[in-house]
């Protein structure tokens, strides 16, 4: 039986796109509304999808929460654009100026590699699936485990098991945006495996 | 001191780039507010309001009758984005274009507007020679709205204004944010000084 699976519902069109929309919808038990994350709300809830673009104020403002769920052995899903290290500690980000046109050029590669093929998360997925554009790079948690890089070999997805009792995955991947707003198709070629590998996990 | 028109944003800002509105905040045209502090006296008095593409919709709904206040005193709303959850009385939901191919989302300018004015809306459509930046779909007009720029062969109502008849007009954006949408900075902001100009020049009664 698969864990339960939940996701903040930060409210812009490309959440209502993502959370609600029927292609992902039924991937999720819960949305929960930023403001109401609490005990109650995240009771019986063992995974929490934090979609891309949900403002760190929102996040802070919650944060012993959030804290108390990955203590009671939950996970937290934080993706890119949520910016990470403004509302969690031990999270050191590196920002890069994105370049949303390399496709454009001849032979083009933004070199995104998927360094745990095997791993439940990443299940059927290749590189393509991970490559749209870069926002940065991550200084991993000690005794974290990346699971994507960049071109330079630099953590751009990582599992952090041993700050929390419960898990932290961190990535600067953020297909929230892109896929709601109907481009991009590698960010749904994305959250079309993703999502279920995250229900599964 | 008079209420100005208020710019209702929602996203994280990095603090390296410099937000467009920043000169117009500084000369009195215009107040920002994070979404999260929007109260109704800010929405009620203001003569005018702009709101980002990432609004929240489900907190935005409802602030729908705050909107409707200040439209009924004549005031001016820019919207941007694709509306999910409408949050002004009238406004439809985002219905996304056909995909045609790569000619599916070139633009056509269909009416003229101040904020449009000393713009090149055509060229707008394509950045690097690709289509779709600008928008991709509209936001269902009103009956006795009017249609701007047109997306797609079929002309979609992509940016459309209406002026409502108990009051107040509002501009639809079913787009990227308009201020951001071209790869030339000085367009960006001829765009961005032509949005406040329209919302400073609200008729609002007080």
Known sequence: MSSTLAALQPGAYYHFETLEAPRYRDLFDKLIIPEDVNETTLAGIDKLYIPSRTHPKRLSAVLPHLFRFMEQGGTIIAMGETFQDKWLPNVTFHPVETNYWWWLEPHANLGVTIEKPDHPLLKGMSDLDVTWHLHGWYEPADGAQTLVTDRDNRSIFYIDETSYNGRLVITSLDPCYHHGSHFMPATTRFLDKFLPNLRNW | ?206
């Open chain 2, 1 to 206: 001191m008079s209420p100005v028109p208020i710019l209702i944003w929602s996203h994280f800002k990095n603090e390296q780039h410099a937000s467009p509105f920043d000169d117009y905040v500084a000369q009195g045209k215009l107040r920002e507010i994070w979404e999260g502090d929007v109260t109704q006296h800010d929405i009620e008095e203001a003569p005018a309001a702009i709101i980002t593409m990432h609004i929240d919709q489900n907190r935005a709904v409802n602030w729908l009758p705050w909107f409707s206040k200040l439209l009924d005193r004549g005031g001016r709303i820019a919207i941007n984005g694709h509306v999910i959850r409408p949050y002004l009385e009238g406004v439809g939901t985002y219905i996304p274009a056909e995909k045609v191919g790569k000619s599916g989302l070139l633009l056509t300018v269909l009416g003229e507007h101040p904020i449009f004015e000393g713009i090149d809306r055509v060229a707008c459509g394509v950045r690097k020679g690709v289509a779709g930046f600008y928008g991709r779909g509209h936001n269902q007009m009103p009956s006795g709205a009017v249609a701007l720029t047109g997306v797609g062969p079929a002309k979609a109502p992509l940016d459309w204004i209406w002026q409502r008849p108990a009051g107040g007009e509002i501009f639809s954006h079913a787009g990227n944010d308009i201020w951001n949408i071209s790869a030339d900075e000085p367009i960006n902001r001829r765009l961005t000084n032509n949005l406040v100009n329209w919302v400073n020049n609200a008729q609002s009664a007080s």
